[in-house]
C-alpha cells in the first residue's frame, strides 16, 4: 500500500511564502513522477506543477517565475516552493504520484492540504 502524506498549508499574507511537502511511503519500487495539483469549489482540478525521477518540470503558465518544484533531500519526498503568493492560488493543493509498487504502476493522491491567500 502507497500512501501520500502532505504538509505546509496555512493562510498567508498575498505576496508571502509556503512551502508544500509531499512524501510517499509503502511499497515502492520506483517513483516515476510527483506533482502538486489544486482545487477550488465549482472547478476542476488543475496541475499546478509536475517533476520527473529525473528532475525535468513542468510548471502551469499561472505559477511559472513563481513557484518551484524540487526533490527534498529525504527519500521519496517532493517540495513545492511557492512564493509571491496571490489569492487566485487560494485552493486545496493535491499531491499526486506516479508509482510502480511491487506488480504495478499506479497513481496516487494525497488528503489534500489547504492552501489561504488572504488580507
Known amino acids: 500500500q502507497v500512501r501520500l502524506v502532505e504538509s505546509g498549508g496555512g493562510l498567508v499574507l498575498p505576496g508571502g511564502s509556503l512551502r508544500l511537502s509531499c512524501a510517499a511511503s509503502?511499497?515502492?519500487?520506483?517513483?516515476?513522477?510527483m506533482g502538486w495539483f489544486r482545487q477550488t469549489p465549482g472547478k476542476q482540478r488543475e496541475l499546478v506543477a509536475r517533476i520527473t525521477s529525473e528532475g525535468v518540470t513542468d510548471y502551469a503558465d499561472s505559477v511559472k517565475g513563481r513557484f518551484t518544484i524540487s526533490w527534498d533531500t529525504a527519500p521519496m519526498t517532493m517540495l513545492l516552493q511557492m512564493n509571491n503568493l496571490k489569492p487566485e492560488d487560494a485552493a486545496v493543493y493535491y499531491c499526486?504520484?506516479?508509482?510502480?509498487?511491487?506488480?504495478?504502476?499506479?497513481?496516487?493522491w494525497g488528503q489534500g492540504t489547504q492552501v489561504t491567500v488572504s488580507s
Open positions: 499526486h504520484a506516479d508509482i510502480w509498487g511491487a506488480l504495478s504502476r499506479n497513481s496516487y
Open positions: 509503502g511499497v515502492i519500487s520506483r517513483i516515476n513522477g
